[in-house]
């Protein structure tokens, strides 16, 4: 059983930095495909982002976090993570660590991360003015 164990959530200030980690065990290290997405209260699931193992790591963003967040991936380690800057009041959510089922969650792109079948409980993001 795939498992996933995010961390580094908490309370930060608008402009703020923070870093999220994902450990990953049982999933096939160095390929496949992994992302984040996030969820706040009363709000449908958004695909935040995404990194394609398999093809060279590839990233794609929400539109709404280019420029700002950054996905990556230490193989050695098996951790994934989620570099986020600049954050703003709007990026308060509960940021879940995803990652595609092998032949059947086939789209490796951020708009697809929060449909992938391997998720997290979840760290909590709260960005105050």
């Known amino acids: 059983q795939v498992q996933l164990v995010e961390s580094g959530g908490g309370s930060v200030q608008v402009g703020g930095s923070l870093r999220l980690s994902c450990e990953v065990s049982?999933?096939?290290?160095?390929?496949?495909?992994m992302g984040w997405f996030r969820q706040a209260p009363g709000m449908e699931r958004e695909g935040v982002a995404a990194?394609?193992?398999?093809?060279?790591?590839?990233?794609s963003y929400a539109d709404s976090v280019k420029g700002r967040f950054t996905i990556s991936i230490d193989n050695a380690k098996n951790i994934l993570y989620l570099q986020m800057n600049s954050l703003k009041a709007e990026d308060s959510a509960m940021y879940y660590c995803?990652?595609?089922?092998?032949?059947?969650?086939?789209?490796?792109?951020?708009?697809?991360?929060?449909?992938?079948?391997?998720r997290g409980q979840g760290t909590q993001v709260t960005v105050s003015s």
């Open positions: 049982r999933y096939t290290p160095g390929s496949g495909c």
């Open positions: 995803a990652a595609a089922r092998p032949f059947l969650d086939r789209i490796c792109h951020s708009d697809a991360v929060f449909r992938w079948g391997y």
């Open positions: 990194i394609d193992i398999d093809s060279y790591g590839r990233t």
